[in-house]
């Protein structure tokens, strides 16, 4: 599977527990939906996923990505320090250029 080349280094950021090398992959006021939560702006991205990857160790393993026009779905294979692990989940994006401006975490 190829992916674009902002989304493979959202996972690589990701998967080196770098988050504010995450953060940067999004627009300085993108969205974010996680767990019935909401995360507002780079800075509260980068304390999210720093928390996150604290808590649960998580690492990406790409299952399949689809595009259309700035919208993006990338499904997953989510593994680390949690229930269940490792569990299938889907991230749906907008996609603002090459930045990311809105993600919402489903399963």
Do not use: C
């Amino acid at each position: 599977m190829k992916l674009p080349e902002n989304i493979q280094g959202f996972i690589k950021a990701q998967n080196n527990q770098d988050s504010t090398a995450f953060a940067n992959y999004f627009t300085e006021h993108a969205t974010v939906s996680d767990e019935g939560s909401s995360y507002s702006g780079r800075e509260e991205i980068e304390g999210w996923i720093e928390e996150a990857t604290e808590k649960y160790n998580m690492q990406l393993t790409p299952i399949d990505f689809s595009q259309t026009g700035s919208k993006g779905k990338l499904t997953l294979e989510v593994s680390g320090t949690f229930p269940g692990s490792p569990l299938v989940m889907n991230y749906h994006l907008e996609l603002d250029g090459s930045s990311i401006s809105s993600l919402k975490i489903t399963d």
